[in-house]
């Protein structure tokens, strides 16, 4: 199986504070891998040096083939990103935000224009084209992010909480749309709050005071922990936390 990210040691220092402590592990092509921390854990931080966002202290990190500390630039073209904020611009219009990314992205107008039509049919937002944003509803703006995130066909995503504060029906949808990605390659690398959507995931790591204190399935980090689901496994490991802030 193809690896699409690795890291070796990767560390994070701000001043005397290790954010990130060398962190090691690799994820697959076509992986869902849910990456857990409690607030202070460290995974923001992470996430912000594999999105190339942020330089290591030390360590390595490779993402899509580059390597974060030499090639930040291709690293950033090579994937998708979608925060909890869903990453859309309210006051323009719905094609105004997918051409506006994609050309971010490096995407030719000509097939911006092409796909955009496809994505809108895909969707069901043909009548919305021409709709603002901000008069979406919040089901219909997660999808339209996650959809953005993934137009120019990034090998990997990263969705940083994406489905915070929206309801349990509408993430059952959002996930959907997650499993058709990885079906079709694109690997999705998704921290998230809720325990319930890291038994959704091909495996799971768990950082604790900037280190990963647990990698696997859910299943066998259940029968680890001697857990009956991924919150108690969860509540565990965060009970050893001594930090708060990341």
């Given at each position: 199986?193809?690896?699409?990210?690795?890291?070796?040691?990767?560390?994070?220092?701000?001043?005397?504070?290790?954010?990130?402590?060398n962190?090691?592990?690799?994820?697959?092509?076509?992986?869902?891998?849910?990456?857990?921390?409690?607030?202070?854990?460290?995974?923001?931080?992470?996430?912000?040096?594999l999105?190339?966002l942020?330089?290591?202290t030390?360590g390595?990190?490779?993402?899509?083939?580059?390597d974060?500390?030499?090639?930040?630039?291709?690293?950033?073209?090579?994937?998708?990103?979608?925060?909890?904020?869903?990453?859309?611009?309210?006051d323009?219009?719905?094609?105004?935000?997918?051409?506006?990314?994609?050309?971010?992205?490096?995407m030719?107008?000509?097939?911006?224009?092409?796909?955009?039509?496809?994505?809108?049919?895909?969707?069901?937002?043909?009548?919305?084209?021409?709709?603002?944003v901000?008069?979406?509803p919040?089901?219909?703006?997660?999808?339209l992010a996650?959809?953005?995130?993934i137009?120019?066909e990034?090998k990997?995503?990263?969705?940083?909480?994406?489905?915070?504060g929206?309801?349990?029906?509408?993430?059952?949808q959002f996930w959907?749309?997650?499993?058709?990605?990885?079906?079709r390659?694109?690997?999705?690398?998704?921290?998230?709050?809720?325990?319930?959507?890291?038994?959704?995931?091909?495996?799971?790591?768990?950082?604790?005071?900037g280190?990963?204190?647990?990698?696997?399935?859910?299943?066998?980090?259940?029968?680890?922990?001697?857990?009956?689901?991924?919150?108690?496994?969860?509540?565990?490991?965060?009970?050893?936390?001594q930090?708060?802030?990341n």
């Amino acid at each position: 199986m193809k690896i699409v990210i690795q890291t070796d040691g990767l560390t994070k220092q701000f001043g005397n504070f290790t954010a990130v402590d060398n962190i090691s592990f690799k994820v697959q092509k076509g992986e869902i891998f849910g990456f857990l921390g409690a607030n202070g854990a460290g995974k923001t931080t992470a996430m912000r040096m594999l999105c190339g966002l942020s330089l290591p202290t030390s360590g390595k990190g490779m993402v899509a083939g580059y390597d974060i500390e030499q090639e930040p630039e291709k690293v950033k073209r090579s994937i998708g990103y979608m925060s909890q904020k869903f990453s859309l611009y309210e006051d323009l219009k719905v094609w105004e935000n997918i051409r506006l990314f994609a050309g971010i992205y490096g995407m030719k107008s000509k097939d911006i224009a092409l796909k955009t039509d496809a994505l809108l049919k895909q969707l069901g937002f043909e009548s919305e084209r021409d709709s603002y944003v901000k008069s979406l509803p919040l089901g219909w703006k997660q999808k339209l992010a996650f959809s953005v995130a993934i137009f120019h066909e990034p090998k990997i995503v990263f969705l940083d909480e994406p489905t915070g504060g929206v309801d349990p029906a509408t993430r059952r949808q959002f996930w959907e749309l997650i499993y058709e990605a990885a079906d079709r390659g694109i690997t999705v690398f998704v921290t998230t709050h809720y325990m319930d959507e890291a038994e959704y995931c091909d495996r799971v790591s768990i950082m604790v005071d900037g280190r990963i204190d647990a990698l696997d399935t859910p299943k066998s980090l259940k029968n680890q922990f001697n857990a009956n689901n991924m919150d108690e496994v969860f509540h565990q490991l965060a009970r050893k936390a001594q930090r708060s802030d990341n």
